[in-house]
């Protein structure tokens, strides 16, 4: 077992890590408070070449492997205290720019892969809608064919990006009688005549990427803006899964990464009853305990990775890698802001952020309830 | 070697997804009333794919190619698959 990096990928790490700490931290607590997103670090992401990490050179990006991917966002997770800005970077990346890869045409991948990778349009993924949550096949929007057309209606709820997106993968039923075998995903510009996007929702964390609904109201659309075959909507929704998870948890991992040792050096400096709070056991356990859990839940997501990396099927693990990682995430917020104190509760602290921050991986793709049942499925239950 | 083929399926379906509880035959429809829901589904691409030592691309994951054991396994005599020897 060889957990080392090559010379590269420490490389490419150290790299990332600059960039992020020196572009991307500034005015981060107002930002956070106004809901307001960067346009400008996103540029700067995709001019780094972050956006284009694995996408295949032709298409403009650095084709790199799931490994090194890791690395990256592990990175990007650590260096870069905006979690609003690392979580979209991570959805475009592996919700829209994954399945064009694997399912595009070539037009299709020649129209968006090099524009998205460049940051020049932004993509979101809608499949949600407000009755198929959890249940995400039991969607409603409906595609019906007219000629050489589609005409979509339907809501998508919760689309990340939604309010800049410039096209969003949306999937909708292309035949009622199959059931989720009859979804099918499509390519919709934001300009396709009946495309509207609610206003900004509020929310609690990641606030620095805006969120909301799509609607879809008589939208016509060519019959060449489906994306893979017909009915391949489940099959495009779970084939980016994996790479999904990875990279989305490697960002929270160098987020607790971070957490935690902002948390040792606060246990270290702030002192009560005239010794430093990290000598009292209380606040070390629990720093100790934040470092079990990065390290463990480092395993995990690094094990999916190498899965993958050798072409195996990683679906356990990957449910696996989500349902702890992100609920550590939540757990390391929640003990980072204690050893802090009142100062962690503060929010120019930026402590309270991150716990906000991290509840929302405990909600998306897939909720900590729905990885444990496909656990439990996997397992032959 | 069809006949091969759609047995092993019919094994696999039966002890693994079904629990033994329900019998599948040939041309049962494998996805209606969600005989086999997704995870389900997932279990049997990667049992096929290592069974018959193959890839099944993401595009072919579709009605077209699982909604029954017999069309599974023209879907995989299609792909020329020649049984591993350790299969029989
Ligand atoms: C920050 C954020 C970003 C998101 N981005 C996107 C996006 O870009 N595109 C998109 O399409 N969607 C997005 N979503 C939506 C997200 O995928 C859904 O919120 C999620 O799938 C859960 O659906 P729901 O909110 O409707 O909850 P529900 O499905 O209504 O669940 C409510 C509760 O019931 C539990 N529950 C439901 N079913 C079961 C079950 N079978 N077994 C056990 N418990 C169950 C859940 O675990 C949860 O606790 C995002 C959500 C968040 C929070």
Redesign the interface.
């Known amino acids: 077992m060889d957990f080392s990096w090559t010379e590269e990928q420490t490389r490419l790490r150290t790299e990332i890590i600059e960039f992020a700490t020196r572009e991307l931290n500034t005015d981060l607590v107002e930002r956070d408070k106004d809901g307001e997103f960067s346009r400008d670090n996103w540029r700067k992401c995709a001019d780094f070449g972050i956006l284009g990490s694995s996408v295949p050179k032709q298409y403009g990006g650095r084709d790199m492997d799931i490994l090194t991917a890791v690395v990256a966002m592990e990175a990007l997770g650590y260096g870069c205290r905006d979690n609003g800005l690392t979580f979209a970077l991570n959805a475009q990346m592996w919700t829209v720019q994954l399945p064009i890869q694997n399912f595009g045409t070539e037009k299709q991948k020649k129209k968006y892969l090099p524009k998205l990778c460049r940051g020049e349009i932004i993509g979101a993924h809608g499949i949600t809608e407000p009755d198929a949550g959890s249940d995400l096949f039991s969607l409603k929007t409906i595609a019906g064919k007219q000629g050489n057309e589609y005409l979509l209606n339907g809501t998508k709820k919760f689309v990340t990006l939604g309010p800049v997106a410039d096209v969003a993968i949306i999937f909708a039923t292309t035949d009622v009688s199959l059931g989720k075998w009859g979804i099918s995903a499509f390519l919709v510009d934001n300009t396709a005549s009946g495309y509207s996007v609610s206003p900004i929702r509020q929310k609690m964390g990641l606030r620095t990427v805006p969120m909301a609904e799509i609607i879809l109201d008589n939208c016509r659309i060519g019959a060449d803006c489906m994306l893979g075959p017909v009915g391949a909507g489940v099959s495009i929704s779970s084939s980016s899964l994996e790479w999904e998870r990875c990279c989305i948890l490697a960002s929270q991992l160098g987020a607790m990464e971070r957490q935690l040792e902002d948390a040792i050096q606060y246990a270290r400096e702030r002192r009560q009853f005239n010794q430093p709070i990290g000598k009292f056991q209380s606040v070390a356990n629990r720093i100790a305990d934040m470092k079990v859990r990065s390290e463990t839940a480092r395993l995990l997501l690094y094990k999916v990775a190498w899965l993958k990396m050798n072409n195996k099927p990683a679906m356990l693990e990957a449910a696996l890698s989500k349902l702890y990682l992100s609920e550590c995430f939540v757990q390391s917020g929640l003990d980072a802001l204690r050893v802090h104190g009142g100062n962690g509760y503060l929010t120019e602290s930026e402590v309270e952020r991150d716990l906000r921050d991290a509840i929302g991986g405990v909600i998306y793709g897939g909720t900590s309830d729905i990885q444990r049942n496909i656990i439990a499925g996997l397992l032959g239950l | 070697m069809l006949e091969a083929v759609k047995q092993i399926l019919k094994s696999y379906i039966t002890e693994?997804l079904l629990?033994n509880f329900g019998t599948v035959e040939f041309d049962d429809n494998l996805?209606?009333d969600?005989m086999i829901?997704?995870?389900?589904?997932?279990?049997l691409v990667?049992f096929v794919?290592e069974k018959f030592e193959l890839?099944i691309p993401?595009?072919d994951?579709?009605?077209?190619n699982f909604q029954s054991i017999s069309v599974i396994a023209e879907y995989l005599a299609g792909r020329n698959l020649s049984l591993p020897e350790h299969v029989d």
């Open positions: 693994e629990y996805l209606a969600d829901d997704s995870i389900g589904m997932m279990r990667g794919e890839k993401h595009e994951l579709v009605i077209e």
